[in-house]
């Protein structure tokens, strides 16, 4: 069965940071691109950041732009997003998807996993 699974997230002081990892079974993640998404209670889910499948594309919201960092290890086989800086307004659930280019809009992405909660507060 296909899965998408995300991990590395948790709670954390403003100011602090995170590094959150994506992998995959059922398919060839170094095929595929990757973006990051997250939505928070009473809020529409929005696109964080993205990568091509070869690393040579990265897309980031204004939001989180200097502050986060995506990357991808295709011989481990997993997408990372390192989140520095972070503030109260980050807290989201935060999503891995799987496509075929690399975009923020989320409808353009085929796979898609559970998410992780990153939580940030004093």
């Known amino acids: 069965q296909l899965q998408v699974v995300e991990s590395g997230g948790g709670l954390v002081h403003p100011g602090g940071s995170l590094r959150l990892s994506c992998a995959a079974s059922g398919l060839f993640l170094d095929l595929y691109a990757v973006g990051w998404f997250r939505q928070a209670p009473g809020k529409e889910r929005e696109g964080v950041s993205c990568?091509?499948?070869?690393?040579?594309?990265?897309k980031y919201a204004d939001s989180v732009q200097g502050r986060f960092t995506i990357s991808r290890d295709n011989h481990k086989k997993e997408v990372y997003l390192q989140m520095n800086s972070l503030k109260s307004e980050d807290t989201a659930v935060y999503s891995c998807?799987?496509?075929?280019?690399?975009?923020?809009?989320?409808?353009?992405?085929?796979?898609w996993g559970q998410g992780t909660q990153v939580t940030v507060s004093s």
């Open positions: 998807a799987v496509g075929h280019a690399c975009s923020m809009w989320s409808h353009e992405y085929e796979y």
């Open positions: 990568i091509s499948s070869n690393g040579g594309m990265t």
